[in-house]
């Protein structure tokens, strides 16, 4: 599985993005892909994932404001982040989960929110 995303910016608060993570290779044998943003020195965390079923889950701190979806046709996710925060300001990754239970993960995008 090959994930390649993009999408990312420079942006005003209030303002809005959509990252796309585009997915190739092993597509049957995804079963979720996510968002995921990692702050330097912290963890990685969740921010949105969808499963191949449609069930979607979002980090408490995007609710409201971050939508995820998927366009099955062109095999690609898309995180819409509207209503953007300064502290939403970091390096954004999209990973897939597959059936077996390995982790795939795209390059990072650079999401900067100024205020």
């Known amino acids: 599985v090959q994930l390649q995303a993009s999408g990312g910016g420079l942006v005003q608060a209030g303002g809005s993005l959509r990252l796309s993570c585009a997915a190739s290779g092993s597509i049957f044998s995804i079963n979720a892909v996510g968002w995921y943003r990692q702050a330097p020195g912290k963890e990685r965390e969740l921010v949105a994932s969808?499963?191949?079923?449609?069930?979607?889950r979002y980090a408490d701190s995007v609710k409201g404001r971050f939508t995820i979806s998927r366009d099955n046709a062109k095999n690609t996710v898309y995180l819409q982040m509207n209503s953007l925060k300064p502290e939403d300001t970091t390096v954004y990754y999209c990973?897939?989960?597959?059936?077996?239970?390995?982790?795939?993960w795209g390059q990072g995008t650079q999401v900067t929110v100024s205020s």
């Open positions: 990973g897939a989960t597959t059936w077996g239970g390995s982790k795939y």
């Open positions: 969808i499963t191949r079923g449609g069930s979607t």
